[in-house]
């Protein structure tokens, strides 16, 4: 191999990828158009941004779209992530470098080059409401392409029992992680929860609106809030109440 193709083949082989997944129509192009757009504002430098889906209509040209790896589901079960773990495959459309997986529905609020910077073999969420738990939230985590096939393939040789036991995908993949010794987590302040940090308690929920605590780099929206219904005001539970979220506007947007 010559000198600059050996250079070409190393500087593919560390390649930056944004990975996120759209499947069904619970969030439209908007959501996979937005998240480029704050990617881009937040990392510095080059990066791919792949988003794996059954429907690329409507997704800007910047981001490259390729179909989900089949997982074989069952017709019919709750959505619980599964999918994801397709992100494990041994050859994922021929990608390579590290991959840092984002739910298309978080929202950027600071630089996020520290991401792909800090040490450890699998980076995830450590879950805020159990903290005594291995599990992970997968909102965001990091990998090497490629490097966990054999999660995905424990997966597929033992589908029925997976899922019997656990709950989701994050549940399952934090399992097997933490028993291979691989599994780390982010530093806390990196990653907050919209409903369990950035609501302010009762009752002051009444009168404060919601904020970004310090160090927050990427606000999950999970369980009853998304975007949308944050900048509206909005909570999917009765007698919880939350005021409007201006700021996402901020943020959340091309």
């Known amino acids: 191999m010559t000198e600059k193709a050996n250079m070409e083949h190393v500087a593919v082989g560390n390649e930056r990828v944004i990975l996120c997944m759209k499947w069904g129509t619970k969030y439209g192009p908007e959501y996979v158009n937005r998240l480029y757009a704050m990617v881009r504002r937040n990392l510095t430098g080059d990066f791919r941004f792949v ?3 059954d429907d690329g209509t409507g997704i800007r040209s910047e981001v490259e779209c ?3 790896p089949d997982l074989k589901l069952p017709d019919g079960l709750p959505e619980r992530g599964w999918k994801k773990l397709t992100t494990f ?3 994922l459309h021929g990608l390579t470098g590290t991959a840092l997986f984002l739910d298309v529905d978080v929202v950027i609020t600071d630089k996020i080059d520290a991401f792909f910077e800090y ?3 699998f980076l995830i969420i450590h879950d805020w409401k159990r903290p005594w738990r291995v599990t992970g939230n997968s909102s965001v ?3 090497k392409l490629g490097a966990h096939a054999d999660v995905l393939q424990q997966f597929r040789t033992t589908q029925a029992d997976a899922r019997s036991a656990f709950r989701n995908e994050q549940a399952f993949l934090s399992d097997v992680l933490h028993k291979q010794g691989k599994l780390s987590y982010w530093p806390a302040s990196w990653c907050c929860s919209y409903k369990y940090h950035c609501i302010p308690t009762w009752p002051t929920n009444y009168w404060r609106e919601p904020f970004v605590p310090e ?4 606000v999950i929206f999970h369980g009853e809030v998304n ?3 944050a900048l509206e005001g909005r909570r999917n539970r009765a007698l919880r109440f939350v ?3 201006p700021w996402i506007a901020d943020y959340w947007k091309e």
């Open 51 to 53: 988003c794996l889906t």
């Open 66 to 68: 390729f179909p989900i």
């Open 89 to 91: 495959e041994a050859d």
């Open 119 to 121: 040490p450890g073999e």
């Open 141 to 143: 985590y990091r990998f």
């Open 215 to 218: 160090g927050t780099k990427i």
């Open 227 to 229: 975007p949308p219904d």
């Open 243 to 245: 005021r409007k979220a």
